[in-house]
Structures are given as C-alpha cells and as structure tokens.
C-alpha cells in the first residue's frame, strides 16, 4: 500500500449533500441461515437491506476464522477464497452485492466524495476532509445508524521467496477491511472493497481480481456481506 493515495480522475458523478441528521436506517428482522442456524443483524439503509455481520457460514473446504482465534470468529466471522463464494452466499432472497450497490451505500455515507479518483481498474477515495470524520466513524460502527464494516484484516498466500513454500498470512487486522463483491461487467468473476486506514482513512472498490505476485490458484481469503434481492 502505498503511503499516499492521490485522485487520478475526478469523479464527475455529484452526490446531494445531505445533514448528518438525514440518516434514514432501521432495524429489520434478522436473518437467519437455515443451513447452520446462525442469525445475523440486519439494517435497512436508504433502500437496500444490508446484513451488517459478516457471514460465518463454514463451506466444505472449512474456511478459517482469523488467525484460528475463536474470540475473533464471533466478531467478523469466516474468510473466503473466491471458489467458496457461490456456496457460502447460497442463501434464498439474499446475494452477494456487486460494485454498484456497494457504491450506493457507500453514497449513503457521503464516502464516495471528495478526494475521489477512477484508475484503469479502480476506484480509490482517501484523506476525506474533516466533515467526513463522523461519516466515517459512523459506517465502522455498529450504532444505530451504522454499517458496522469490520476492519477484520485479511488472508492470504505469501511467497517469501520463489524457492519457499507459499506461507499462509492472517495480516492487517484493526487497519483494513476486505469484502469480495460481484463486477457489473462479466470480465471477471469477483472483485472486491476495501477499506481501511494508515495515516488517514481510504477506500478502493476493484474493478477486477486481487493482483498478487502469487502462483496460480486461490491466494486471498475475503469476508462477505450479503444484501436483501
């Protein structure tokens, strides 16, 4: 990551300002996985309907839990290759969000303002000014008109050199948060969202598959989030 983030092309997308007090989110009936039983918290915000835990539901291939730590799997649930998605998200009347709607929501939290920029294959946002700050405190937080995104860190394969066996990396808890979402083009099949914070605060939404210098096959493990068809 690189130490500074800069804007490459302004966004010419304008989004209405709206108070800090214009917040329209509600308590909805929970959901609850049939598969497993788990149930999670879900909030209305503007007009989608979002689950604001991450999925916990362990496929086949037992996706891990942060760092094999159970006290982290109760708070961000289970990360998930790109193969696991279709059977983790398998559940009727939800699915996973693709790039636009995490954009609308991101909208709803004025995040997608500002110091805002379009690369060949992302969107990158970061050093908000100020009267950012309590937008963004409230989209981490799980207040009532909060989203509760988790900065739960991430998984991934490390090569530590190319004679080395891939090592399995739990890294970035506490300063970044990583959810897969589906492209609204076919070009790929997952991209992801990003957000997190160094210095100062900064989002990416993807346009294609995490690069990685990593050989062929699965390398990253993200969390998912589903929201209500």
């Given at each position: 990551?690189?130490?500074?983030?800069?804007?490459?092309?302004?966004?010419?997308?304008?989004?209405?300002?709206?108070?800090c007090?214009?917040?329209?989110?509600?308590t909805?009936?929970?959901?609850?996985?049939q598969?497993?039983?788990?149930e999670?918290?879900?909030?209305?915000?503007g007009?989608?309907?979002w689950?604001?835990?991450?999925?916990?539901?362990q496929?086949i291939?037992?996706?891990?839990?942060?760092?094999?730590?159970s006290?982290?799997?109760?708070t961000?649930?289970?990360?998930y290759?790109?193969?696991?998605i279709?059977?983790?998200?398998n559940?009727?009347?939800?699915?996973?969000?693709?790039?636009s709607?995490?954009?609308?929501?991101?909208?709803?939290?004025h995040?997608?303002?500002?110091n805002?920029?379009?690369?060949v294959?992302?969107t990158?946002?970061?050093e908000?000014e100020e009267?950012?700050?309590?937008?963004?405190?409230?989209?981490?937080?799980?207040?009532?008109?909060?989203?509760?995104?988790?900065?739960?860190?991430m998984?991934?394969?490390?090569?530590?050199?190319p004679?080395?066996k891939?090592?399995?990396?739990?890294?970035?808890?506490?300063?970044?948060?990583?959810y897969?979402?589906?492209?609204?083009?076919?070009?790929?099949?997952?991209?992801?969202?990003?957000?997190?914070?160094l210095?100062?605060?900064?989002m990416?939404?993807?346009?294609?598959?995490p690069?990685?210098?990593?050989?062929?096959?699965?390398k990253?493990?993200f969390?998912l989030?589903l929201?209500k068809d």
């Open positions: 990551m690189k130490s500074k983030i800069r804007a490459l092309l302004v966004l010419t997308i304008i989004i209405p300002m709206t108070s007090n214009d917040w329209s989110v509600k909805e009936e929970p959901l609850i996985d598969r497993d039983g788990m999670y918290q879900c909030k209305q915000i007009d989608q309907i689950m604001v835990e991450n999925l916990a539901y496929t291939n037992k996706s891990p839990y942060y760092a094999s730590d006290a982290k799997y109760s961000f649930g289970r990360l290759f790109p193969s696991e279709a059977e983790a998200v559940i009727p009347g939800w699915h996973l969000p693709d790039t709607e995490w954009l609308q929501l991101l909208e709803y939290y995040l997608n303002e500002g805002c920029g379009a690369g294959n992302h990158k946002c970061g908000w009267k950012h700050y309590e937008d963004i405190e409230t989209f981490l937080s799980n207040s009532p008109n909060g989203f509760n995104f988790q900065l739960g860190g998984w991934f394969l490390e090569w530590l050199n004679s080395a891939r090592q399995r990396s739990f890294k970035y808890m506490g300063s970044n948060g990583n897969w979402a589906s492209p609204i083009d076919t070009n790929h099949l997952y991209t992801h969202i990003s957000f997190g914070r210095k100062y605060y900064w990416e939404i993807s346009s294609k598959k690069s990685s210098t990593n050989k062929s096959g699965d990253f493990r969390y989030r929201v």
